[in-house]
Every structure is written in structure tokens, then in C-alpha cells.
Antibody, heavy 122, light 108 residues
Framework: QVQLVQSGGGLVKPGGSLRLSCAAS????????MTWIRQAPGKGLECISY????????DYADSVRGRFTISRDNRKNSVSLQMDSLRADDTAVYYC???????????????WGQGTLVTVSS | EIVMTQSPATLSVSPGERATLSCRAS??????LAWYQHKPGQAPRLLIY???TRATGIPARFSGSGSGTEFTLTISSLQSEDLAVYYC??????????FGGGTKVEIK
């Protein structure tokens, strides 16, 4: 079935690095942009990064720009988020999510990974 | 950036009663609005897109309305399993795609 399975995450010290991965199955991966969305404790949802089908276009929220890097491997149907220079306020549950792309552009998210907790603490 | 504002922050509703959740955009987003249900320990679930189209498998008690800057999610007859936080999200103008702060629905 259509699904996204995440791996990675855990506890890391401030200034440290972590890599999240998301494996897609059940759909044609190259037809879709992919995104990462996070939810900090007690906060709402924040779309922090997206990547286009061929990796030509990437963008980041101001809160993570310059520290996080999104990438994808279309041969392995996976998307990753490399997180460097982590700070306490990066503590959150991170989700990979697939947009429906009704009109061929980013829109709403109909498939989500299970979420992975990243805790940044000394 | 389009700011999405949801109200109320918390809504207490008795089982079987109607729940009305509001979402306001800082500028017009046409009908490019989605709603999600988010339960603790689970991934968010798409409920509504295009302001009023229910996603696959979503019960008919969930409905959406509005346009421009004012939107509403209505749960016509609240069930115990509807306890969750509900988020609206605009996709009219990006980057960034933006979500509201959420409305927590409690069972009275």
C-alpha cells in the first residue's frame, strides 16, 4: 500500500548533527515533490523543507535554512533530511509527507510518515 | 507569508452535538485550504481539501466551507473518536505552506 516509513532521529547534543530518512512505497515516487514537516512540543505544524521531483528545487523555512539539507534518491525511493548545528528549539516530532499535487504543484498532504522524535539536549 | 489563525484554541463539545471550528487567512487564499485531524502519537490525517472536498474514507459528519479568508470545519455530530487537534493549512501561496495553530476538540 501507499506508505512512508521513517528512520533516524533520537537524542543529540546542541551543535550536533542527525540524519532523518523516509522510504516511500506503493506509488511512483518520481511523480511527487516531498516535504518535511515538524511539530515542536506544544506547538503547531511547520513545513520546514521541500524538494522537487528531480531535486532541482529545494526550499527551507527560515528557522532551518543554512543548517538543514533535504535530498532525495529516486533510485531508492527515499528522501532524507540532514540536520546540522542542531539547537534546543529544533526538538520536535519530524514527519515526511507527500503532497497530493492535484495541479502539479505543492498543495496539501495526503500521505504522512509515522513521525520521528528528535530531542536536542545536553 | 500567509498567516493562518484558528479559533477557538480549545472547544468542548458533548457527544452528538455540533462542533464548529474556524480558520482565518491573513489574505485571500481562494479555496485552497485543507483540514487535518491530529491525534496524539499518530501522524496527521487529511480530512478536507479544496475547502470542502472530503478525503478518501472521511465520514460525512465532517464538512468544510468558506472562501477567501474565512473558513469553517464542522463536525455535525461529535463522536468520542473525534477527540483530536484540528489544523487548517493554506496552499494558495508558497513558499511557505502554512498551518494554523490548531483547535483542540475535547469531549464534554
Amino acid at each position: 500500500q501507499v506508505q512512508l516509513v521513517q528512520s533516524g532521529g533520537g537524542l543529540v547534543k546542541p551543535g550536533g548533527s542527525l540524519r532523518l530518512s523516509c522510504a516511500a512505497s506503493g506509488f511512483t515516487f518520481t511523480d511527487y515533490y516531498m516535504t518535511w514537516i515538524r511539530q515542536a512540543p506544544g506547538k503547531g505544524l511547520e513545513c520546514i523543507s521541500y524538494i522537487s521531483r528531480g531535486s532541482n528545487t529545494k526550499d527551507y523555512a527560515d528557522s532551518v535554512r543554512g543548517r538543514f539539507t533535504i535530498s532525495r534518491d529516486n533510485r531508492k525511493n527515499s528522501v532524507s533530511l540532514q540536520m546540522d548545528s542542531l539547537r534546543a528549539d529544533d526538538t520536535a516530532v519530524y514527519y515526511c509527507a507527500r503532497p497530493r499535487m492535484v495541479d502539479g504543484t505543492l498543495d496539501f498532504f495526503d500521505i504522512w510518515g509515522q513521525g520521528t522524535l528528535v530531542t536536542v539536549s545536553s | 507569508e500567509i498567516v493562518m489563525t484558528q479559533s477557538p484554541a480549545t472547544l468542548s463539545v458533548s457527544p452528538g452535538e455540533r462542533a464548529t471550528l474556524s480558520c482565518r487567512a491573513s489574505q485571500s487564499i481562494s479555496s485552497n485550504l485543507a483540514w487535518y485531524q491530529h491525534k496524539p502519537g499518530q501522524a496527521p490525517r487529511l480530512l478536507i481539501y479544496g475547502t470542502s472536498t472530503r478525503a478518501t474514507g472521511i465520514p460525512a459528519r465532517f464538512s468544510g466551507s468558506g472562501s477567501g479568508t474565512e473558513f469553517t470545519l464542522t463536525i455535525s455530530s461529535l463522536q468520542s473518536e473525534d477527540l483530536a487537534v484540528y489544523y487548517c493549512q493554506q496552499y494558495n501561496s508558497w513558499p511557505p505552506l502554512t498551518f494554523g495553530g490548531g483547535t483542540k476538540v475535547e469531549i464534554k
